[in-house]
């Protein structure tokens, strides 16, 4: 999914990286998946990303390994994250971070924290607290948008 330029055979991993994943659209769809919105029509909602937008992300995302579909047959089936797309969560991680970096004070709208000890997260990938890996079985977000529970990820309550 090039921005601009296509890099999917570039040698520099982070040219690559960046072919499939600088769109801001597939960020927005990862973290609706992470969120446990799997179903088109709720994609659609909660990214607010026209029909047609979110229907070639959803397909170029397919095509990089990032999601599959729950039932190709079923035009109304949910999509899942591989184990691929799994891996991208300390990606995502990494722009909530910034958000607090960049502004303190500002609404930063998701709260990463984990899902053993309760610790926010103060690393992208670790939980500096207990010293276990922050991955989509042990972190918890909280979303404003999404009432400011804490959620375990994948699970299905963000439908």
Known sequence: MPLRSDW???????????????????????????SGRTRF??????TGAADSVLSRRLTAMS?????TREDPHDHRSG?????????TL????AFARFARITDPA?????????????GIAESVDWCTTCAAPLDA?????????M???PFALLDGTGA
């Open 137 to 145: 079985d042990s972190t918890r977000w909280s979303r404003h948008s």
């Open 41 to 46: 029509d709720q994609l659609r909602e909660a």
């Open 8 to 34: 999917s055979s570039a040698t520099c991993p982070i040219a690559r990286s960046a072919d499939v994943l600088a769109d801001p659209w597939v960020l927005l769809i990862l973290r609706e998946l992470f």
């Open 90 to 93: 300390p990606i995502l991680h």
């Open 106 to 118: 500002g609404p930063w709208g998701l709260t990463v924290s984990c899902g053993r000890c309760g």
């Open 79 to 87: 999509y899942r994250l591989t184990d691929a797309g799994r891996e």
């Open 63 to 67: 095509e990089a390994d990032l999601v």
């Open 147 to 149: 009432g400011d529970t």
